[in-house]
Each structure stands twice: as C-alpha cells, then as structure tokens.
C-alpha cells in the first residue's frame, strides 16, 4: 500500500476517533477526552495538511485533474476554519459538527472513483486557485454557520418549550455566542463566495473565451449567491439577529451541498465529475 492510501486511511481514522471521543467527553462530562479529541483532530488535520501538500506538488496537474482532491480539499477547509474558529472564540464544542462533517466530506476521496477532468493548461493560473480556494473557504465558513445555526434553532425551541437540553447543557454555548458566530460566518464567507465566485468568471472568460456560458453550475451558483446577499445585507445593514439568519445560513449550505452533489456528479458541466 502506497504512502498516499495509508495516510488516507489515517486522516479517516484520526477524524472518526476525534468525532467519536469528543462525543464520549461531553456525554460523560470529562474535559479531558474533550481535549485529547480536539488534539487527535488536529492531529488528523496535520497528516491532511502533509498529504495534500505532497499530492499537489508532487504531480499538480494530475492531483487536480480528479474530482476526489476536491472532496478532500472542501474537508481541509472545514478543519481550518473550525481550528480559526476554535482559537478566536474559544468554541470547542462545535467539534461536534466540524469534526463528523469533515469525515464526512473526506469519505468520497477514498471511496467514490471519479472520471478525470479535462483540465486545460490554463486550469493551474492564478485565476483558477483563487477561485477553488475563496469559494472553498466560503463553503467552510458556511458549515459553521450551518452548525451553528442548527443548535440556535433547537436551543431557542427547547427554552421556547421549557424543556431541557438533555446531557449537552453543560457544554451549550448561549444563543448569543452561536448568534455571533453566525454574524463572523456570514461576513466572512459572502465576500469569500463573491470573489470566488467572479475570479471563477474571469478564469472562464480566459480559458473557454465566454465570461458566462449558461453551464448549470454557473445558475446555480448566482442563484445562491443571490440568496447569500440578501442574508449579507440583512445580517449587516439591517441588524438582523436570532432565528432568521440561522435558518437562511443553514438553508444556503444545504443549497451548496446539494450543488456540490447534484451539479457535479449528475449533470453536464464544466465542473462535472
């Protein structure tokens, strides 16, 4: 077995042991498991650092010519942000949702075989990198809000209908800390998503010589986006706090999965796998 597949089934392995040691600390209330999981995810993150490093520069064109180093790209991204998320906010407890995601996302790379892309030369510029790695980061930033705008919505409706939060009381943060972390996602990833969004436009517009060609994924994209400006505008220029803008940021990630699967493996595109 190559060092490639091992230190894949490693990154598996580190991701599902994080996800399902850190669960085991919350429910038996131990902060110890509680950190050793987050280390063990960090940990996981390292190796996955280490192996996407060694894959692009080892063959570049070969590594992002398959649609597979994407899922495992969309993975990292998600650690990154929760890691930065983690340091600035202190927010160990949403390990519950990045930790499962990530292994979640990381799981196609291994197991789904996808068809190679057509790749023109013009694929590894500038305009390219920057938008896989802006509309990535965005989407990370997205599964944050996603997370974090679930445990709002059934926080909010446990207090609403005066029932308890079950075993995971002592380690909820307040509406408040996920209502900031909802204001940090959004104005964070709308920018993110914008430029990735037109540095995608103009790599079009260099590599098949139309800006917009009406490919479905390009629909899809600006229909989310449209959707994402409205959420921006409302967080930041209306004041919009609490229940709404949990919900819209949940829906707009659920949009992005569905674009991610639906878009790239079942229809025709430039972006199909």
């Known amino acids: 077995m190559s060092f490639s597949s091992l230190a894949d089934l490693g990154i598996a392995l580190l991701y599902l042991l994080g996800a399902l040691i850190f669960l085991v600390g919350v429910l038996a209330r131990k902060s110890a498991l509680k950190r050793c999981a987050t280390w063990i995810t960090a940990c996981g993150f390292c190796l996955h650092t280490l192996s996407l490093g060694l894959k692009t520069a080892a063959q570049p064109q070969q590594a992002i010519s398959q649609g597979h ?15 930065f998320l983690w340091w600035r906010l202190r927010l160990q407890f949403m390990a519950l949702i990045a930790a499962p995601l990530a292994l979640i996302l990381f799981t196609p790379s291994i197991l789904v075989n996808t068809q190679p892309l057509t790749i023109p030369s013009k694929l590894s510029s500038l305009w390219f990198g920057l938008h896989i790695g802006a509309l990535f980061l965005s989407l990370a930033f997205l599964a944050m809000g996603f997370g974090a705008g679930i445990l709002y919505l059934y926080i909010n409706r446990q207090i609403k209908e005066k029932k308890k939060l079950g075993p995971f009381r002592r380690d909820i943060p307040s509406l408040g800390t996920f209502d900031r972390l909802n204001h940090l996602t959004v104005s964070m990833g709308f920018p993110l998503f914008t430029l990735g969004l037109l540095s995608g436009f103009i790599w079009a517009g260099f590599t098949w010589g139309d800006v917009f060609s009406w490919d479905p994924k390009e629909l899809v994209s600006i229909a989310i986006w449209l959707i994402f400006a409205y959420l921006f505008h409302q967080r930041m220029a209306i004041g919009w706090k609490g229940r709404k803008p949990a919900c819209l940021a949940s829906w707009i990630f659920v949009l992005c999965l569905v674009s991610l699967v639906i878009v790239n493996f079942f229809v025709p595109s430039h972006h199909g796998f």
């Open 69 to 83: 180093f994407y899922f495992s790209f969309l993975a990292w991204s998600l650690l990154l942000i929760y890691l």
